[in-house]
Structures are given as C-alpha cells and as structure tokens.
C-alpha cells in the first residue's frame, strides 16, 4: 500500500460523516479526535455556511478551521478569521439571480455565513423544502429580503455563493445549461438543487488553499465525500476518498473506496491512512 503523509483531512458532512439518520458515530468521532491528536487538522468541507454547521462535529476538541460554502470560506474556529476568501464577482451574482429568476427555483444566497431569500421565496418555504426534511434547518438561518437582485445590491463583495432548490431535476439541469455561459462553478449537492460559486473555486481548491497557509501540499490532502459537489477535492487532494455510497462520478475520481456512511467508512478510512 501507498505511504500517505496526511496532515490535513476535509469531510463532507451529509452522507459521510453522518449516516442516513443525521448521526456521527462514536467510531468516527473518535477517529477524528485520534487524528487531531496527532496534529493532523480535520475539518468540515461543506456546502453549508458557519452558523448551520453542527456542533457535534466542528464541536469536537481539535477541530481548529471549517470549510464552507464549497470552498469559498475556510475559517479559524477559534479566532473567526477567514484564512481564505473567494466571493463571487457583484455582476456575476446579480446575473445569476437574473437568470434563476426566470425558473421555477428558491434561490438563495450566502452571505457572511448567513443565507438570504427573496421575500416570495420565504414566505413559501414550505412549498419548496416541506418535502426534503430541510424547512426547519433552513428557516433557522435563512433571512428575507425584498428581491433576488436586491440580496445582491444589499451586500456587495460578500456574496460566497448562491443555491437554489427546484421542483424537478430535468428543470434543475435547464438552469445548468442556462448559467454555462458564465464564469462561475455550478455543481449539486443532491438532484434538484443547484450551487454556485465563483469561477475556480470548489472545496478542492478551498483546502489545497488552507493546507498551503498551513504549510502542505497537495500530497498531504485527504479528502472524504459522496456527491458531485466533492468530486473536485476528491480529484485535486493527494488521497481522495469515496465513500462506498458515493455517486459514480465521485468513485471513478477516487483513489480508494471506503465503506458507506453508514459502516463509518470515514472512521475505516482514518484509521488505514492516518492512524
């Protein structure tokens, strides 16, 4: 087997580090800590922003920065300081609004790790995530605002990143095509939605951006996930890992398969390349 030395591991959350109930797993929970431990910095790598993360991982002892809205934020925990910053252009983000306003989306947009909406969109939160077991988790950050375009008026230079939930993946795969013209990263974080960020920037170039303010390269990544929005640090770390509920595109990027989020295939493997 390939000698790794790992000195920075990124974790997507849902659908790796959680199983299918939301849980982490003792074995996981411990695996980290082992690797933190060993002065190895595990972090979330999350399409989410800071105040949405959950306490029971970026809680955990060791856990020093957080990757957020796919890359375009990676934080101090302790300090709050941004040791890296990629927003999305003004006219870039004003034309996306632009361009999902013309489909059947819920647009919203992260903004200094908060999440804003249109009010139409907030009043009809139900509509649109009743169904997916996310209202609760997005109505306790998400903020109203008058317009799409006005999110982006109100906040210039801070926009990391816009999402948006459709009814359907085929009108989901419409908008893609819509927005192909413009120098942004669009990927999914499950079938009918759709994240933007700016151009070259993903959770891959996020934590090959903090391992080099902490002194590494690219051969000292680990990364872990299972859907698209992973598949650039899966493909840019020293190890990518899939794990074994990954989407195909994402295992074929791999350089190993692990377990399924559901047999602690995080904490398996932790353990057979860092502990």
Known sequence: MKRYDIKVIGLDLDGTVFDDRKNISPRTIAAIQAAAQKGVAV???TG???VGLPQSFVGLPGVQYALTSNGAVV???ATGKKLVSQMLPDDTAAEIMRILAG???AANAFIDDC?????AVYAQLNEWYGNTGLESYVRSFLHPELSPLGI?????GHVEKISGIFHSVEERNRAAAALSALPCEVCSSFPNNIEISA???DKGEGLLQLARVLGWGPENVMACGDSSND????QKAGLGVAMGNASEDVKQAADYITLTNNEDGVAAAIEKFVL
Do not use: D, W
């Open 48 to 50: 989410r922003f800071l």
């Open 231 to 234: 598949l650039a640090m899966i």
């Open 199 to 201: 151009k070259g920037v």
């Open 152 to 156: 982006v008026q109100a906040h210039l």
């Open 43 to 45: 972090l979330p790598a």
């Open 75 to 77: 934080t101090e925990l």
């Open 115 to 119: 999440g804003y909406a249109s009010n």
């Open 103 to 105: 489909f059947s989306c």
